[in-house]
């Protein structure tokens, strides 16, 4: 069913858009995420859509009926707005501040009677927010303050709500609370969520519908899986790291000259890559297969990686391919991945990084690399966190250079 329709709609100031060409259809009980650069019209498609703002040209519909031939107090009964303007509530209680919500329902002297109490206090513990009922709205802190600004808005009985970056200033924890509200609010009661967010990955994560706005247009509308790397990417203009839609993370790019090869696979590279990043050391990776996490990571943070396609046992082609790098490296990182016959090749790589003196990092005890390279396990370096990792990233090349250089001391 459809909550609300935009056609041709232009959105600005004064006449003067800012967004044009808005087309939208809003399925009832959805949570839409509007995202985009700053300055990209969000806040004023916003309040556009909440009837704050006129349009300067098309339409907006709700249910059906123009948003402005809708009656102020008919509007307020369907729709409710919570923007980013900080309220000064004076000496209002959390209560008095929800309870200012109910004025649809009321009569001219805003009287409450004992439902509208009731349903005050409901709002304010359908947000966890019922014990900040009888404090002074101004001593919260941010994210109370948020959870209470949704407690008004929901007093209202709305069947949309409009968000303007409801996680502004507030902490992590606070952030994915409010976020599990909105997302409760949309299954359980049907209420159709309409926000701005600037945590991409937050938002994507959270909403059933992402609209990207940029260079006043609507540049992609759809699902979060719809929406792809690139599109992401390109929408902030992240040149310094990359958005992987698959994984729903934003990871920091590596442009560093790669002097460490990490095998990996099943995940157990992924912490390794981003300490590597975080500490400005190059790296190349491999023999992973295109639907392995790490894949996933290292393409997204922009390292050379070779690959093996889906469920095949990899090849002498991607096996001669990770050779040819382990030889320009200086270290060899044994990430601890499991071990199967399809990825048999990247033990024979660590097998024979050894054999050839290179040093090789491990992150598996000493017993299991006893069954798996023998006397070689000797000369592996045993690592039991990812920053151990960092300290044996020093330049230098293999065990056979080492050896070399103390021989020639002891000569001397």
């Given at each position: 069913m459809k909550m609300l329709e935009t056609r041709d709609l232009t959105v600005g100031h004064?006449?003067?858009?800012?967004?044009e060409g808005i087309n939208l259809e809003i399925t009832q009980g959805h949570l839409i995420a509007l995202l985009g650069p700053n300055g990209a019209g969000k806040?004023?498609?916003?309040?556009?859509?909440?009837?704050?703002?006129a349009p300067v040209k098309g339409a907006i519909y709700i249910h059906g009926s123009d948003l402005s031939r809708i009656k102020r107090k008919t509007l307020s009964k369907?729709?409710?707005?919570?923007?980013?303007?900080?309220l000064n509530a004076g000496f209002l209680t959390s209560y008095d501040v929800t309870a200012t919500g109910r004025y649809p329902?009321?009569?001219?002297?805003?009287?409450?009677?004992?439902?509208?109490?009731t349903k005050v206090l409901d709002c304010l513990r359908v947000v966890n927010a019922e014990k900040l009922a009888w404090r002074y709205f101004n001593e919260l802190s941010d994210g109370e303050k948020q959870k209470v600004l949704l407690a008004r808005a929901l007093a209202q009985e709305p069947e949309l709500i409009i968000l303007d970056e409801p996680t502004t200033h507030l902490d992590v924890r606070h952030k994915l609370e409010v976020m599990a509200i909105l997302k409760r609010l949309s299954r359980e009661k049907g209420i159709t969520v309409i926000f701005s967010l600037h945590e991409i990955d937050l938002a994507l994560k959270s909403c059933d519908t992402a609209i990207l706005v940029k260079d006043g247009r609507i540049v992609s509308c759809g699902s979060?899986?719809?929406?792809?790397?690139n599109e992401v990417s390109a929408l902030y203009d992240i040149d310094c790291a990359g958005y992987n839609a698959f994984m729903g993370t934003i990871?920091?790019?590596?442009?560093?000259?790669?002097?460490?090869?990490?095998?990996?696979?099943a995940g157990k590279a992924t912490g390794i890559y981003r300490m590597l990043t975080r500490n400005n050391v190059g790296f190349c990776t491999g023999i992973l297969h295109e639907n392995d996490v790490d894949c996933h990571i290292a393409e997204t943070i922009g390292v050379i990686t070779v690959?093996?396609?889906?469920?095949?046992?990899?090849?002498?082609?991607?096996?001669r391919e990770a050779q040819n790098l382990i030889r320009e490296t200086s270290l060899v990182v044994d990430t601890g991945f499991p071990i199967a016959e399809s990825n048999s090749f990247n033990r024979k790589l660590v097998?024979?990084?050894?054999?050839?003196?290179?040093?090789?990092?491990?992150?598996?005890?000493?017993?299991?690399?006893?069954?798996?390279?023998?006397?070689w396990a000797d000369e592996m370096i045993y690592c039991h966190t990812a920053a151990e990792i960092l300290q044996h990233c020093d330049g230098t090349k293999t065990f056979h250079d080492r050896r070399e250089r103390l021989k020639s001391v002891n000569s001397e």
């Open positions: 004064e006449k003067k858009p800012i967004v806040s004023t498609i916003l309040k556009s859509l909440s009837g704050l703002l369907v729709l409710a707005v919570v923007l980013t303007e900080r329902h009321t009569g001219f002297l805003g009287k409450l009677g004992a439902e509208d109490k979060p899986e719809k929406v792809g790397n990871e920091i790019s590596n442009s560093g000259e790669p002097s460490v090869f990490i095998v990996g696979g690959k093996e396609k889906p469920f095949q046992n990899i090849g002498l082609k991607a096996y097998l024979e990084a050894l054999q050839d003196g290179q040093r090789v990092c491990t992150m598996r005890d000493k017993k299991e690399n006893r069954q798996l390279y023998g006397d």
